[in-house]
């Protein structure tokens, strides 16, 4: 069984930065196209970002594109979301997720694919 688990949440002010960490046990990380959603008060679960199995290739909402960065290092397990300028609109629970036997070379762009989710950690941006 695959477990995900997300860190780095926290209470923010706007403008700042903020790495959020997932790290995954119980399988093989590099089989795994991974990506971030998340999901704001209120609101449905969206996508944020992904990254192809082989981290070459790298998928953003049009809301975070130019601010967030996702990145992996397979070596220690983990998936990364690097968030800069951040906004009271970013803030929701972000959750990564895994998509076993993913594509190597496309990352992925939506929740249909997805067999593993994480908890989610909570990210709020003050004003």
């Known amino acids: 069984q695959v477990q995900l688990v997300e860190s780095g949440g926290g209470l923010v002010q706007t403008g700042d930065s903020r790495r959020l960490s997932c790290t995954a046990s119980?399988?093989?990380?590099?089989?795994?196209?991974m990506a971030w959603f998340r999901q704001a008060p209120g609101k449905e679960r969206m996508f944020v970002a992904g990254s192809s199995r082989g981290g070459t290739d790298t998928a953003y909402a049009d809301s975070v594109k130019g601010r967030f960065s996702i990145s992996r290092d397979n070596a220690k397990n983990t998936v990364y979301l690097q968030m800069n300028s951040l906004k009271p609109a970013d803030t929701a629970v972000y959750y990564c997720?895994?998509?076993?036997?993913?594509?190597?070379?496309?990352?992925?762009?939506?929740?249909?694919?997805?067999?593993?989710w994480g908890k989610g950690t909570l990210v709020t941006v003050s004003s």
């Open positions: 119980g399988g093989t990380f590099s089989t795994y196209a």
């Open positions: 997720a895994a998509e076993v036997g993913g594509s190597y070379y496309y990352a992925p762009r939506t929740s249909g694919g997805m067999d593993y």
